[in-house]
């Protein structure tokens, strides 16, 4: 069929169907740096099959990929894994153009799905290790709930070892390469540790118990829904995310600040050296040239955190304020941590509210009142900031062990 978008076959009769956000650089609330993929996949058998879909905008798309195989009306399941908009938002289309026999969700799916989009077409909840035929093969339907919304499933393919595994194993990556061994080990795995610490992280208690049950399943391939179908890397893969999972403290530390008037740039300095002379690794991160995004990513396999602020209004800089909500909603384990910063004229109370904000994430501090300047960091303050990063490799070396 001439169609200006092409299907790309993984295996014998499943075919990628998706779309390439080339542009996309902000997803959910979080910032990735090269795009995306929404991944959609057809199944060609007595019962031709849809998995997931694309975003909205990205619908004219997938359809003339659909018809570089098979016309659309000739589809007569759709399976939705996920409800979320990136996965389900050209759904209501999709519906209208092909009239399915069914849809298929999980409970919950079929709840978010109908809040969603007020959909007429009558959706099917499927139960968690219930299968269906489809004919020459089966599909089998697992609940993955919380990783990373109440309605997550995957979908199995038994004969053909095809794990359609929604948001699991997912990157936010846009290339016109389809599969894992295409593409760099090293992207590959600086991509899938933003996605997992921004989207999976405050779900790694449940990642264990996802990686036993597919450990019982002869898998394959990953079709995730987001970057490249995993056909050669998947035990590698999934090692990672049980690492990620465990959270396991290691001799990094990040540091994290903003600055006004370099004050607290000077003192991150300091703490840097200290830190490099009690033999552990840092990173020295500033809001000015770092997304919390990317502070997340390095925190993923880091041991402590030391956050510095200068004063405004009597407050905190409004950009740490930001990195505390997002570091906090991402439920960080494991971590050490303390504060540092700068004031003027108002009495100092920034350095304080870190530190009580560090505690309520169940960070253990390191010193018994972190490092405050008045004004401009003197050598004595510099030394106390080179002290408290010595101690912070101390104390990393004990944990790590």
């Not at 109440?150 to 846009?174: C, E, I, R, Y």
């Not at 530390?253 to 830190?275: C, N, P, Q």
């Not at 560090?358 to 510099?382: A, F, Q, R, W």
Request: hydrophobic residues 40%.
């Amino acid at each position: 069929m001439t169609t200006p978008f092409k299907a790309i076959e993984i295996t014998d009769d499943i075919y990628w169907v998706g779309a390439i956000d080339w542009n996309l650089r902000r997803f959910h609330g979080y910032d990735i740096n090269r795009g995306t993929t929404y991944n959609a996949f057809l199944i060609k058998d007595k019962k031709n099959v849809l998995i997931d879909m694309v975003r909205a905008p990205f619908k004219d798309e997938l359809f003339s990929r659909i018809r570089s195989v098979i016309e659309p009306e000739k589809i007569d399941l759709i399976v939705s894994n996920h409800a979320e908009m990136d996965h389900s938002g050209a759904l209501p289309d999709t519906i209208d153009l092909i009239q399915p026999e069914k849809v298929l969700a999980s409970a919950k799916g079929v709840e978010a799905l109908k809040a969603h989009y007020n959909i007429d077409q009558p959706l099917e909840a499927v139960k968690d290790g219930s299968e269906i035929d489809i004919g020459r093969s089966k599909l089998k339907f697992i609940e993955t709930k919380m990783l990373h919304w109440p309605d997550s499933m995957v979908t199995f393919v038994p004969d053909k070892g095809v794990l359609f595994s929604q948001d699991a194993f997912g990157l936010h990556l846009a290339t016109s390469e389809r599969f894992d061994d295409e593409l760099p080990e090293s992207i590959l795995e600086y991509e899938a540790a933003h996605y997992y610490a921004n989207i999976l992280l405050p779900y790694s208690k449940l990642i264990p118990k996802l990686a036993e049950k597919l450990s019982e399943l002869d898998i394959k391939i990953f079709a995730t829904d987001h970057g490249p179908v995993w056909r050669s890397r998947l035990e590698w893969i999934v090692d990672l995310y049980k690492k990620w999972a465990a959270q396991k403290p290691t001799m990094k530390a990040v540091i994290v600040y903003d600055t006004m008037w370099e004050s607290t740039a000077l003192m991150s300095r300091a703490l840097a050296d200290g830190l490099r002379e009690g033999s552990a690794s840092v990173k020295l991160m500033s809001l000015a040239a770092h997304t919390r995004s990317d502070i997340a990513t390095e925190l993923l396999d880091a041991g402590a955190i030391l956050i510095g602020s200068p004063t405004i209004n009597g407050e905190m800089y409004p950009t740490l304020g930001e990195i505390l909500t997002y570091m906090k909603g991402l439920k960080f384990q494991h971590l050490i941590g303390d504060a540092f910063g700068s004031y003027g004229w108002v009495p100092n109370k920034t350095v304080r509210e870190i530190r009580d904000k560090l505690s309520e994430m169940k960070i253990e501090l390191v010193s018994e009142n972190g490092v405050s300047c008045h004004y401009v960091p003197t050598d004595d303050i510099l030394m106390h900031c080179r002290e408290l990063g010595i101690a912070t490799a101390k104390m990393l070396k004990e944990k790590s062990k």
